[in-house]
T-cell receptor, first 117, second 111 residues
Framework: DVKVTQSSRYLVKRTGEKVFLECVQD?????MFWYRQDPGLGLRLIYF???????EKGDIPEGYSVSREKKERFSLILESASTNQTSMYLC????????????????FGPGTRLTVL | RKEVEQDPGPFNVPEGATVAFNCTYS??????FFWYRQDCRKEPKLLMS???SGNEDGRFTAQLNRASQYISLLIRDSKLSDSATYLC????????????FGDGTTLTVKP
C-alpha cells in the first residue's frame, strides 16, 4: 500500500511566522504535489516536483516555496504566514507513468489543517 | 470555463437508490481518468479508474465517453456509508503528470 505521511495533522501559527510542512512518501514515486483545499474552491495546486531538486509552480504559488532534496520528501514553506493561508494542505505523490503508460493516479496524505492567527 | 466540471449537487437520496454523477472535461488530449472519494475533513482517496470500455466494481460503475468528453459514475443500491464528495480527476501528458480535479459532487444518502 502506498503511504504518504504529513508531519502534522493540525498546526496553529501566528502571522509572520515561517512555517514548514513536510511530506514523505514510501513508494519511490517521482512526482510529488502540494495542494490547498478551501470550501467552495476545490483543490488548488501550489507546487509540484517531478524529480529531486526540481520544482514547478502550480496555480497558486504566491507566498509559498518548496524543497525537494530527497526523492521521498517534499517540503512546503510559508515564508511569512498570513491569515489568508489558513487552509487544509494536502500532499500527494504519483509515479511518472502507470503500467499502461498513462499519467498515473495520485495518492494523498492525511492533510495538515493550518490556522494562521 | 473550468477544465473539469462537475455538478456540485448536493444529491440527497434515500438508501437503496441509484444515483449517477457526470463530469465533463475540455482537454481532448486527456489520457487517464479517475473517480476519487473524499469524506468530510479527510483526504481524497482513489475510488476507481475509468477505462474506455467502462468498468464495474461492486455497486459502482464508471464509464468514459471520449467523443463527448465526459465520464460518469453510477452508484447502485446506495448505502449510508456512500455519503461523501466524489471528485472527477483527469490526467494528460500535456500537463506533465499533473492531475486536474473537478470541484466534486456531494452525495448524502439518508435512511
Amino acid at each position: 500500500d502506498v503511504k504518504v505521511t504529513q508531519s502534522s495533522r493540525y498546526l496553529v501559527k501566528r502571522t509572520g511566522e515561517k512555517v514548514f510542512l513536510e511530506c514523505v512518501q514510501d513508494m519511490d514515486h517521482e512526482n510529488m504535489f502540494w495542494y490547498r483545499q478551501d470550501p467552495g474552491l476545490g483543490l488548488r495546486l501550489i507546487y509540484f516536483s517531478y524529480d529531486v531538486k526540481m520544482k514547478e509552480k502550480g496555480d497558486i504559488p504566491e507566498g509559498y516555496s518548496v524543497s525537494r532534496e530527497k526523492k521521498e520528501r517534499f517540503s512546503l514553506i510559508l515564508e511569512s504566514a498570513s491569515t489568508n493561508q489558513t487552509s487544509m494542505y494536502l500532499c500527494a505523490s504519483s509515479s511518472l507513468r502507470s503500467s499502461s503508460g498513462t499519467p498515473d493516479t495520485q495518492y494523498f496524505g492525511p492533510g495538515t489543517r493550518l490556522t494562521v492567527l | 470555463r473550468k477544465e473539469v466540471e462537475q455538478d456540485p449537487g448536493p444529491f440527497n437520496v434515500p438508501e437503496g437508490a441509484t444515483v449517477a454523477f457526470n463530469c465533463t472535461y475540455s482537454n481532448s488530449a486527456s489520457q487517464s481518468f479517475f473517480w476519487y472519494r473524499q469524506d468530510c475533513r479527510k483526504e481524497p482517496k482513489l475510488l476507481m479508474s475509468v477505462y474506455s470500455s467502462g468498468n464495474e466494481d461492486g455497486r459502482f460503475t464508471a464509464q468514459l465517453n471520449r467523443a463527448s468528453q465526459y465520464i460518469s459514475l453510477l452508484i447502485r443500491d446506495s448505502k449510508l456509508s456512500d455519503s461523501a464528495t466524489y471528485l472527477c480527476v483527469v490526467n494528460s501528458y500535456t500537463n506533465a503528470g499533473k492531475s486536474t480535479f473537478g470541484d466534486g459532487t456531494t452525495l448524502t444518502v439518508k435512511p
